[in-house]
């Protein structure tokens, strides 16, 4: 029974995210599901959510090509060195893996827009998406993380 409450769980979580994804233009509304998964440390549901998350990135369209493997890629690194260097599971990493995030997405953009041959790279609206992934990243965690110990308390 706890399995199926997981699987609702992500799946509604992935149908969320899609909506918001669709509503925010550049936003990666998947990037708190996966600071979740990596928290949890639950890697039997990141085996399968990870790929899926790259698939509905590509197949939505929301960035260049190529771009979703470097960008998740980018965030479990900057986790590891950030659990390494801190304490997870509080609100001062969130907002300091935020900062991190808006980063390399602005970072994942730059790098990629020579590679997919972008005519013109437009730095002002790649910082402003940057900047609202940065902003999205601990309210949307706060808020999920909350939900996810009403929705799913721990097994002891």
Same mark, same amino acid.
Do not use: C
């Given at each position: 029974?706890?399995?199926?409450?997981?699987?609702?769980?992500?799946?509604?979580?992935?149908?969320?995210?899609?909506?918001?994804?669709?509503?925010?233009?550049?936003?990666?509304? #998947?990037? =708190?599901? *996966?600071?979740?998964?990596?928290?949890?440390?639950? %890697?039997?549901?990141? /085996? +399968? $959510?990870?790929?899926?998350?790259?698939?509905?990135?590509?197949?939505?369209?929301?960035?260049?090509?190529?771009?979703?493997?470097?960008?998740?890629?980018?965030?479990?690194?900057?986790?590891?060195?950030?659990?390494?260097?801190?304490?997870?599971?509080?609100? #001062?990493? =969130?907002? *300091?893996?935020?900062?991190?995030?808006?980063?390399? %997405?602005?970072?994942? /953009? +730059? $790098?990629?827009?020579?590679?997919?041959?972008?005519?013109?790279?437009?730095?002002?609206?790649?910082?402003?998406?940057?900047?609202?992934?940065?902003?999205?990243?601990?309210?949307?965690?706060?808020?999920?993380?909350?939900?996810?110990?009403?929705?799913?308390?721990?097994?002891?």
């Amino acid at each position: 029974m706890n399995a199926l409450r997981h699987v609702i769980w992500w799946a509604a979580f992935l149908m969320a995210g899609i909506a918001l994804q669709s509503a925010v233009p550049g936003l990666d509304a #998947f990037s =708190v599901g *996966l600071i979740i998964l990596l928290e949890d440390r639950d %890697y039997r549901n990141l /085996a +399968w $959510l990870l790929p899926t998350f790259i698939i509905l990135q590509e197949g939505m369209g929301t960035a260049l090509f190529g771009s979703s493997v470097v960008w998740y890629t980018a965030l479990v690194l900057l986790y590891k060195l950030g659990r390494w260097l801190f304490e997870v599971n509080n609100l #001062f990493f =969130v907002l *300091l893996l935020s900062t991190w995030f808006g980063a390399a %997405y602005f970072g994942v /953009a +730059w $790098l990629m827009a020579p590679l997919q041959d972008v005519p013109a790279f437009d730095m002002r609206a790649t910082l402003d998406k940057s900047l609202i992934q940065a902003l999205y990243v601990p309210v949307a965690w706060w808020l999920l993380a909350a939900l996810r110990r009403w929705i799913l308390p721990r097994e002891e």
